[in-house]
Each structure stands twice: as structure tokens, then as C-alpha cells.
Nanobody
Framework: QVQLVESGGGLVQAGGSLRLSCAAS????????MGWYRQAPGKQRELVAI???????NYADFVKGRFTVSRDNAENTVYLQMNSLKPEDTAVYYC??????????????WGQGTQVTVSS
């Protein structure tokens, strides 16, 4: 099992910044992808940004140029730097980590979620 602990959410004014962190612990074989999703009230969970073990990234169009995903492989931690926040970025943000054992597909684990609220 892999446990994920998120931190860094909160309330910020439009145009402000926040940095989310997510630390993975437990039985970690090899973490392939690490990243972030979000879910606003009444909406489906959606991808925000994700980074593969080799460093390649995939961002949702609505955060390109504003958010940056990074990871510390030695610490099994993924970060999301969020700049120029907008009220529409308000959501619960979830960390996602894929743990892969040899010869098997990766298993995705989810963090507990952290609330990000952007006021206008």
C-alpha cells in the first residue's frame, strides 16, 4: 500500500499563488507518474498536470503557463506551483501517484484532497 499526504491548499485572492505538495510513503516499488487532478462542485474530476518518471509533463490547457508540476524522486514527492490563480481554479485538488511492480500494470493511488479557494 502507498499512502499520500497532501498539503498547501487554502484561500487566496485572484492573481495570487499557492504551492501544493504531496508526499508518498509505504510500499513503493517504482513510481512512474505523479501528478494532480481537481474536482469542482458539480463537476467531474479532471487532470491538471502530470509528470512521468522521465520528466515529461502533460498539462491541461486551462493551466498552461500558470501552473508548474515538479517532483523530487528521492523524496517521492510531487509539487504543484500555481500562479495567477483565478476564481475558476477553485476546487479540491487531488494528488495521484502510479506505483508499478515489474510485469504488472501500475496501480494508481489518490491523496485525500486539499481545498483550493480563489476569491475574486
Amino acid at each position: 500500500q502507498v499512502q499520500l499526504v497532501e498539503s498547501g491548499g487554502g484561500l487566496v485572492q485572484a492573481g495570487g499563488s499557492l504551492r501544493l505538495s504531496c508526499a508518498a510513503s509505504g510500499i513503493i516499488v517504482r513510481i512512474s507518474a505523479m501528478g494532480w487532478y481537481r474536482q469542482a462542485p458539480g463537476k467531474q474530476r479532471e487532470l491538471v498536470a502530470i509528470m512521468a518518471s522521465g520528466g515529461s509533463t502533460n498539462y491541461a490547457d486551462f493551466v498552461k503557463g500558470r501552473f508548474t508540476v515538479s517532483r523530487d524522486n528521492a523524496e517521492n514527492t510531487v509539487y504543484l506551483q500555481m500562479n495567477s490563480l483565478k476564481p475558476e481554479d477553485t476546487a479540491v485538488y487531488y494528488c495521484a501517484v502510479d506505483n508499478k511492480k515489474p510485469g504488472a500494470p501500475p496501480i494508481r493511488y489518490w491523496g485525500q484532497g486539499t481545498q483550493v479557494t480563489v476569491s475574486s
